[in-house]
């Protein structure tokens, strides 16, 4: 069983469109975290988020927390090519990571 | 730079042949990460440490040998290899609530 579900699996979109990507469980936790990451190489940490409600915005990427602390989105405007990569979500309870399966997301030019 | 280097970056190894990964990190962080990357599966822990000399299981532990003398290593010992431990290997470390990897070892078990 997946602690954390990621949808859609695949996503393919043309540049200059808007996506969202979902990260969903049925637990609670105290933050979570969002990665992409580039065909050939490790994970890099795009966010982390706390607090129940709680949006953040990195350029063109908005990240949003759950009220309830159970699930985030990503929201992508106006998608560009350099946006192309597998984006996961991950969770800390205990001492461990779980990460989702990701979302691949493939920008067309 | 600071950061985390992991080596090789490629291994090719037979059935049988005792592999080991490296894996050297340059902030002093506390806790440190092993895991495989394989499609379908995403990443899975292999094995942490919350400091030198201390490590657990992870989720897909077995087949595979840890150790952490200093708080900058922390190499991945493949005792025995076998094809099913063909993957992408990725080093964390963590700061908080938050991870850091290296670039990662795809090694390739024939």
């Known amino acids: 069983t997946q602690l954390l579900e990621q949808s859609p699996q695949f996503l393919s979109i043309q540049e200059g469109e808007n996506l969202t990507v979902y990260c969903n469980s049925s637990s609670v936790f105290s933050s979570l975290q969002w990665y992409r990451q580039e065909p050939g190489e490790g994970p890099v940490l795009l966010v982390t988020v706390v607090t129940g409600g709680e949006v953040k915005k990195l350029k063109r990427l908005t990240f949003q927390f759950g009220d309830a602390r159970k699930d985030s989105s990503l929201h992508i405007t106006a998608a560009q090519p350099g946006d192309t990569g597998l984006y996961l979500c991950a969770v800390l309870s205990g001492n461990q990571f779980y990460f989702g399966t990701g979302t691949s997301l493939t920008v067309i030019p | 730079d600071a950061g985390i280097t992991q080596s090789p970056r490629y291994k090719i190894t037979e059935t049988g042949r005792q592999v080991t990964l490296m894996c050297h990190q340059t902030w002093s962080h506390s806790y440190m990460f092993w895991y495989r990357q394989d499609l379908g599966h995403g990443l899975r822990l292999i094995y942490y440490?919350?400091?030198?000399?201390?490590?657990d299981k992870g989720e897909v532990p077995d087949g595979y040998v840890v150790s952490r003398s200093k708080t900058e290593n922390f190499p991945l010992t493949l005792e025995s290899a076998t094809r099913s431990q063909t993957s992408v290997y990725f080093c964390?470390?963590?700061?908080?609530?938050?991870?850091?990897f290296g670039p990662g070892t795809r090694l390739t078990v024939t």
């Open positions: 440490s919350a400091a030198a000399d201390i490590t």
């Open positions: 964390a470390s963590r700061e908080f609530y938050e991870q850091y």
